[in-house]
């Protein structure tokens, strides 16, 4: 008897064994697909940063483009409105105007490309102090008109809400006894 109690003893110790042996593999399995599961979400979080990353470094180098040629977009503008009025003189020779009017052209091709725009006040705007330059004021008598645009003597440059170049302006100040009086000068151009 002792033989089958042994047998049996056995028997239950190999069972013991067999079944903490497959608790064990079961233990592992699921140990393997909770770190595989854990593995795909870090290489999709992982992914998911690094395409946020990519975004916002090529945002980033799209605005330092633009930013780095700033001071070009600033000196291109002041030649491009500065110098306009030749195209009017008649002392330059037509052939010469014909080729200036040609480089004009394409500064404003280029301020374009860059998105700057030229722009000028109408009269009788408000003044905007930002982006205009007082020339000249005028005096007048009617009060609704004060601080407005008398005229635009040269167009003003801006890109992406900031102002390359301010637009040169004459600007009406309310006095009561104005009736005629003459403009006076703030800058000499």
């Known amino acids: 008897m002792e033989t089958t109690t042994e047998l049996i003893a056995e028997d239950t110790e190999q069972n013991s064994v067999v ?5 064990i593999l079961e233990l592992q399995q699921k ?11 870090n290489v999709n979080f992982q992914n998911q940063v690094r395409q946020g990353m990519q975004r916002e470094l ?15 977009l600033k000196a291109v503008a002041a030649v491009c409105v500065e110098y306009r009025k030749m195209l009017t ?13 040609l ?6 091709e280029i301020l374009s490309e860059y998105d700057a725009e030229i722009f000028s006040s109408e009269v009788g705007e408000p003044r905007r102090p930002l982006l205009t330059k007082i020339v ?6 009617n009060k609704n008109l004060h ?25 009406y100040v309310y006095d009561a006894a104005a009736g005629g009086k003459k403009s006076e000068s703030v800058r000499s151009e």
């Open 147 to 171: 601080n407005t645009i008398a005229k635009s003597r040269r167009p003003g440059v801006m890109r992406g809400g900031r102002t390359l170049y301010r637009e040169f302006v004459d600007v």
């Open 136 to 141: 000249n004021t005028v005096a007048t008598s």
């Open 31 to 41: 140990n393997s697909r909770q770190l595989e599961q854990s593995l795909r979400e």
């Open 19 to 23: 079944a903490t042996l497959e608790k």
């Open 89 to 101: 003189d008649e002392s330059i020779s037509r052939r010469t105007r014909r080729t200036l009017k």
């Open 58 to 72: 090529e945002s980033l180098k799209e605005q330092q483009r633009g930013e780095q040629f700033t001071p070009i």
């Open 103 to 108: 480089l004009f052209d394409e500064l404003e």
